[in-house]
């Protein structure tokens, strides 16, 4: 009778074999992407790229092993409210950096620039 309840629980599917699936990809991921970084094999704009990429991977990994989030629609709300999160913070940020270059490059052309020595502490 308990096992009829726990079936409908979110995260009641999780087994010790999802856990160490995420474990060894996440540790695959990192290593892949520390090894790409020291050993210099690829231009620096393609190691950017790979990185996102495997930045991506490891994100999709996570949600899946670890936070249980499938394709019910219990979990689909989850993801809603995830990338509903992910595009406020994105927003935010990216307008943030936006704004600070966009005065950086309008500062009147006579102003000195500030370069803080480490005298002046």
């Known amino acids: 009778m308990a096992d009829h309840k726990t079936e409908h629980l979110p ?12 474990l060894v ?11 790409l970084v020291m050993t210099g094999a690829l231009p620096r704009n393609a190691t950017i790229f790979v990185i996102l990429a495997l930045a991506a991977v490891q994100i999709f990994v996570h949600l899946v092993d670890f936070l249980h989030i499938d394709g019910s629609l219990e979990q689909r709300w989850n993801v809603y409210a995830a990338l509903f999160a992910l595009l406020v913070v994105g927003i935010l940020v990216g307008g943030s950096i936006w704004i600070m270059f966009s005065a950086h490059e309008r500062m009147m052309p006579g102003m000195p620039e500030m370069h803080m020595t480490p005298e002046a502490f």
């Open 11 to 22: 995260g009641a599917g999780a087994s010790l074999h999802h856990y160490v699936r995420g």
């Open 25 to 35: 990809l996440s540790v695959i991921l990192t290593g892949a992407a520390f090894a």
